[in-house]
């Protein structure tokens, strides 16, 4: 992968990207966080949001449930936002926030009960070093969620046709690292070697979904 090309991080206009999130796919993420827990089953334990964004799927999975989330970013002003929500939610007591990089999370080995990521991936540069390290903090039968879903094919569909009437291009600048992340990840995952994996890809989106 060049990294040259890749300067789109999925979140670099961070008020656009709020806006966003409030106004267009506020929907989505308790609807996800339900097929997360409900596939899972996980009721409680510590839960990284990887590339959390505003923190909206963490927050949603933390009101339904008892787990404790760990909002990890690269960017300082998405963490702050995330705090922010998380405030304003009463999730701070079951919150807290880490600044750095997929590629070398800052976490101690098997340390976290289940990794959820949504939207991130495209962006990460090496994802056998970023689904490595995923897999490094995972504790032995904990899970991973990480894709692009949009929970139903009727969100799919409103918040595609939402999104193509506000920037016709809004795609662009991540499709091909959409395609090229899934040619590479049966490669990557059976070398990883976890209990098992499976990829979820139906009419609402496409998830990895990973027990260790
Ligand atoms: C499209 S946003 C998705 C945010 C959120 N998960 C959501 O669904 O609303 C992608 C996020 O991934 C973060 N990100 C991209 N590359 C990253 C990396 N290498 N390490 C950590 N975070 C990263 C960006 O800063 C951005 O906040």
Redesign the pocket.
Known sequence: MNIATKEH????NTQS?DRI?REV?API?PTIAEQILVRTQVTTGKCL?????????GRAIARLSNVHVTF????IE?IQLAMDYAYEENLIHRSDFLI????KINLANESIDIVI????SP???DWHK?YSEIVRVLKVGGYAYIGGGFGTKELKEQITAHMNKENPNWRNS?KDHVKTEREALPQILNSLNPASHRIIDDESGYWVFITK
């Open positions: 991080k999925g979140g670099s990207f999130v796919f993420y949001d990887v590339g959390c964004g505003t923190g909206a799927l990890f970013d690269q960017s998405m750095g990089d997929i590629h990521s949504r939207g991130s962006f990460w540069e970023a991540f």
